[in-house]
Structures are given as C-alpha cells and as structure tokens.
C-alpha cells in the first residue's frame, strides 16, 4: 500500500472558472479583510492578503480540486476532486458533513443551484453530465441522474456502474476508468447552469472539429428538450468560459447567461425560448466574464484588456491595465460590486472598478440631463474602465521550469527568469532573483542554465559560460567533483573540462544524463528515441545504443545493473546491464484510466523500495513498484497532483520526499508512506 503526504505547495492558487471565493461572500466582517479560499491543487488554502499571512493549509484531496463553491442560502461548502470525490463542508471547514465517490471521473466544472438542493457536475472526458440532490437537513447526497451525450441511459449503466456505499471510495476512485467505447478525444459536457428559478437547465456540450452546442436539459431526468447549435462561430473555435450565475432583465423579466468563444466571440444566451440574444465580438482575447450590475464584463487572458458590453451587446466601456496572470477566475468581493478578485494561472489580484463617462456633455445636454434627472443615453456615450489595484500577488510566471533541493531548501525556476528559494516548511520564498532568460535546469545551487545556452551564476546574476544551445539537463558524480551538462543540439559537455563525452544523431536533444553506479559511464536520454551509453574520461566514445521506445526518449535512471527510461511514448523500458548486454527486460505501460494527450516527462527510481516514480505532461505522479519475479505493470499509484504539465521532478530515497514543480507555477513537497 502507499500513499503520500502533501508537506507544503507554494504557490498562490489553483483557481478555475467554478474554483475559489473570498471570505467576505460568507459574512461581512470579512468584508474589510482581503481573505481569499481557493484550491492549491489537492489543498485548500485560506490566505489574509491584509496580513500576508496563510491562515488555513490542509491536504484534502490525492488529485487535484476542480470545484469548490460556497453556498450562501445554506451557508455550507462544496469541493470535489478531477476523480469525482466530493465533500461538503460547513462553512469553516471544522465538520466534513458528506464524503463520496461519484461514478465518474475526470471533472472539470460544477454548479450548485442557490437554494442548495441541487448539485451538477461536468465530465470532460467521459462525456457525461451528473444531477445530485442534496438535503442539507440531513446531511445526504444522492443521485438524481447521469446523462451522457450520446449514450443510451441502459448502456451508460454498464459502462458507469453504481457505487455500493459499503464499498471504499479509495478502491472505486482506482477502478473508475474512461470507457473506450468513448469517441476519443475531449468530447463532453464543459459547462452547466440553472436559471435562478430551477425552471430551465442548461449544458454546453464540447467536440472536436464540431460548432459548440448549448443542451437544454430536463431537470428531472436530464432528458433534452432542445439543442442550440453555435454556428455563427467556427467549428473550431472551443469553448473557453461562461458566466457562473445568470442575469435577470429587469425591463423584460428574461434570464440571462453568456459563454466566450475562442477568439474573444461571446454569446449571450435567452434562456426562455433557448434562442441566441446577442454576439459580441470582445477584444483581448478574453477567458473570464461576469455580469457587473446589468452589463457583461470581459477580462482578457494576457492582455489586460477590459470591456464592458450591454445586453444588447453595446460596447459601454473599455480599459486597460488588468493583470496579465492567464486570467481565468473572477469574483465580487461583495455584491457592492466595486471590488472585483482576479484569478490567473500565475497570480491572484484585487482591483476596484469604476466606469467612467470620457464624454464631455454639451451646455445643452448638461440642462436636460439636471432637469430630467437622467444620464446620457448609453449609445451616445464613450466610457472607460478605470482600475486601481487593490492587492496583487504573483509568484512563478509562464510556466515553472527547473528544480533542485538539497536538505529542505529549494530552488524552483521558470520561463519568466524567475528563480525563488524556499525552505520546505515556509510558505514564503526566501529569496527571489530574476535574470533576464528563461530558465531551463539548475547545474547546482550555485548555477542555472537557461533555454539560449546561458550558464549564470545565481548569487551575482553573472554570466559564466556559454554553450551556444538550450541547457536541458546535468548530474554530479556521488562526490559531486564531476558534472556532466545535456545540451539541445545533442553535446553531453563535461562541465568543467568542456569536453564533448558524446553527440547525438542528428543533433537529437539530450533530455535527461545520468552516471553508471561505478562512474566509468554515462547514459543520455534523447529526441533521436535511443538512450547511449558513453565512456565518461573520452570524447565521443559510444559504447552502446538502447532502443525500443517510438518517441523521445524523456528521462534516464542507471541503477545498480538496471537501466530505466521513460518517453514520450508512455512506456517505461527496463534494460539490463549484466555483462554489457543492454537488452531490455520489461516494459511498462500507463494505465488506461490516464486518459487524455500526455507524455512521461521525468523518472525517478527507489532501488530499496523498488519504485519507478514518473511524472507526466498532463500533471500525474505515477508510481510502479518493480519486482522481476512477477508480472504486474499495474501503477499502486496514479494520482493527477497539478492543472498543468510536470517540468521538475526529485526524489529523496531517505525521506522519501518528492518534489514537483509544474507549467501551472506551483511547487508541490509531499512524503511518500509506503505500508
């Protein structure tokens, strides 16, 4: 049996459209505070950005948090896990009042009606949709139904059986699997919501290469009335976001929500007849809205474009000077409406927000308007958005790329030039240094190397050498005298002498290097789908060429008389080194249930635990335990730990420590416990 233990993540959230709220939408007295809740992967995090101070950290889940909501009219939480484990909590996390294992994995997006009886939850990749009731009075959930998009209801029972509850939500969440009998693909329901009233229900449905659908649902039994299909837009043009609660036109008594579009085309949506209001074409390329009083807002992704549009798609306003975080999240910081939370892949930000009238009204506008005691009509009107921030915190950037620990201090890198230094119990980086390049791999503590080729030193920022293409990967000698480097033009240079131990075909990246167990070795992992073998004290000497693998090679362990690699692939090989034969012993493949465009990224092997520890490019912690006598390539471990793909991967073998850091600028420590 093995499990883990999440120590510390640092980073400043995980926040998704449905994902993350601050404390002040549960009582006012948070109202001054700043205090915001969120997912930080498989956590929960409380942060008081008045005090820059943690409050609250507490490993909940073994995979990430895609949904987590609070719902004022009962005034509980709802969270739940991409493996579709879902607890509802009181509203200061003391009391866990339901913990349960849905039938279906993979969830990306949920919706909780206002008087909190009602649960909806998407599945990306399963195609399905799922209606819970729950009664807050008793304390219980249950299933109202399951629709899948294109599957018959006594097929989708076969194919998604029904949880017995005496049996462990841990075992099911491991058998739960995507049905190959699934078109492949990202084919399923990305998006839910309910009009204020629980009268109509509404689903956006997602395929590949196909226009964007919009599903009304039967609340009852999620039969479809209707299917509005978005042809006005391309056929590839995906869904990106949607408006979390729906407006309701005074004037008209219609209900209202919008989705955005690929390409900044937003629809805002009649729910009453199903029909298409308006199209607004936003700039900024926008991946967040929310309704402000009447209007619809857009925030662009990396822009720092705002707009703001009437129901009938008038453009009223526009700004600039948003946070260029990847924006994905918004939130009020009240229903006041002026201070507005920005969620990013990259930070989180408080800004207030006002519309401002740029038009100066002529002499007789200026008596009409104090007689009639109106304001100028909204088409002859030319506003801008003004925002001032309010709270802005930011740590890794781009993508984290680059990771070394020694002891309990950590350096953690990324594409912005960002290098931070943290000691595993903290949750605030020691030091931070930016250098104007990209980092790529960190040699030592002391040096980085970075994607044009640059070696700097860390302390000073001082260029030390260069080696005129990407830095990719090093490993020391165990006395750590010896070092060798992995460059993208395919050289493995030894660091200090400079000589060229070897050259790949064709100038084939080098991925990943490590030294033989006796140090005359050395192995390189490479584009060109083989791992070489080299003399290390002569240039060039090619000893052996492993192959077997179809793809890039990713990463390379040399244990014992064992050589492991992993590749793109998604296999891991096992040669064998007795007597100089590199033959392959055993292959190992990822599980099924790993579903989804991934590749095994890094490898890290436990030759006293016989673990093979993979991370892979869609944010999975994979572990095999290895044993020669038995055929078993069955993961005991297969957890999805970040949103984005795994860029950094160590291992302790005496703490049995792993650390992560991943594209979604977060860095996870966890213990391994292995019964």
Not at 212 to 229: A, K, Q, T, Y
Not at 450 to 463: A, N, P, V
Request: with cysteine; aromatic share 10%; charged share 20%.
């Amino acid at each position: 049996m093995l499990s883990f233990t999440i120590e510390n993540i640092f980073g400043v959230g995980s926040f998704r459209l449905c994902a993350g709220f601050p404390s002040s939408i549960k009582s006012i007295e948070y109202s001054k505070s700043y205090i915001y809740e969120c997912p930080l992967n498989g956590c929960i995090q409380i942060y008081n950005y008045s005090t820059n101070e943690r409050t609250y950290f507490e490993h909940i889940y073994d995979d990430i948090i895609v949904v987590m909501l609070y719902n004022e009219y009962i005034n509980q939480i709802i969270t739940c896990s991409y493996s579709g484990k879902i607890i509802l909590w009181s509203a200061n996390y003391q009391k866990r009042f339901v913990e349960q294992q849905l039938r279906i994995n993979h969830i990306h997006y949920g919706f909780w009606t206002r008087d909190g009886t009602t649960i909806y939850l998407c599945s990306r990749f399963d195609g399905t949709l799922i209606s819970l009731s729950y009664d807050a009075k008793h304390y219980s959930l249950t299933e109202n139904w399951l629709r899948h998009w294109a599957t018959a209801r006594v097929d989708l029972e076969k194919i998604h059986p029904v949880i017995e509850d005496s049996v462990s939500s841990i075992n099911i969440a491991e058998k739960i699997e995507t049905s190959n009998t699934y078109v492949a693909g990202s084919i399923g329901y990305e998006f839910v919501i309910c009009t204020a009233m629980r009268r109509h229900l509404f689903a956006v449905l997602q395929r590949p290469k196909q226009h964007v659908r919009i599903h009304e649902l039967n609340l009852h039994d999620g039969h479809l009335i209707n299917d509005l299909i978005l042809e006005k837009a391309k056929a590839n043009q995906t869904f990106l976001c949607g408006t979390t609660t729906t407006l309701c036109d005074k004037d008209t008594g219609k209900e209202f929500f919008a989705i955005g579009l690929q390409s900044g085309l937003i629809f805002i949506i009649d729910t009453n007849p199903l029909q298409i209001h308006m199209i607004v074409n936003a700039s900024g390329s926008p991946q967040a809205i929310i309704w402000w009083h009447s209007y619809l807002l857009t925030v662009g992704y990396i822009s720092s474009i705002v707009n703001v549009y009437s129901l009938d798609g008038l453009l009223i306003g526009s700004g600039d000077g948003a946070p260029t975080t990847a924006i994905c999240h918004l939130q009020w910081n009240s229903d006041e409406q002026d201070l507005l939370w920005i969620g990013g892949y990259m930070g989180l930000t408080l800004v207030h927000i006002e519309l401002l009238d740029n038009r100066t009204p002529s002499p007789i506008e200026t008596v009409m308007f104090t007689i009639l005691n109106t304001i100028p009509d909204e088409k002859s009107s030319s506003s801008s958005i003004n925002l001032t921030t309010v709270i802005h915190r930011t740590l890794h950037e781009t993508a984290g790329c680059g990771l070394y620990i020694e002891n309990n201090e950590i350096l953690s890198g990324d594409l912005s030039g960002n290098i931070f230094q943290w000691t595993i119990n903290d949750i605030k980086p020691k030091q931070h240094i930016n250098i104007s390049d990209s980092i790529r791999c960190f040699i030592s503590k002391n040096f980085v190397g970075t994607l044009s080729g640059l070696l700097y030193k860390i302390d000073t920022q001082e260029i030390v050498e260069d080696f005129q293409s990407t830095i990719i990967c090093s490993a020391w000698n165990k006395n750590q005298i010896s070092c060798l480097i992995g460059l993208g033009d395919g050289r493995l240079i030894d660091f200090h002498t400079k000589k060229i131990i070897g050259l790949h075909h064709n100038n084939a990246e080098i991925w990943s290097v490590c030294w033989s167990p006796n140090e005359e070795l050395c192995a390189t992992a490479s584009e060109d789908q083989t791992t070489c073998i080299w003399k290390v004290d002569d240039e060039q000497n090619l000893i052996a060429t492993l192959t077997g693998h179809t793809t890039a090679v990713t990463a390379v362990q040399w244990k014992y008389e064992r050589i492991y690699t992993c590749a793109d692939d998604r296999t891991v090989r096992i040669y064998n080194t007795e007597l100089n034969t590199y033959n392959c012993l055993y292959v190992l493949h990822t599980p099924k249930s790993l579903f989804g465009w991934f590749t095994l990224t890094y490898l890290k092997v436990d030759e006293d635990q016989k673990l093979i520890i993979c991370t892979t490019q869609n944010g999975y912690l994979v572990i095999w335990r290895y044993d020669e006598n038995v055929e078993n390539e069955i993961p005991i471990l297969c957890k999805k730990i970040h949103f984005g793909s795994l860029e950094g991967l160590t291992y302790d073998k005496e703490t049995r420590r792993i650390v992560t850091i991943g594209s979604d600028c977060t860095v996870t420590s966890l213990r391994l416990h292995i019964d």
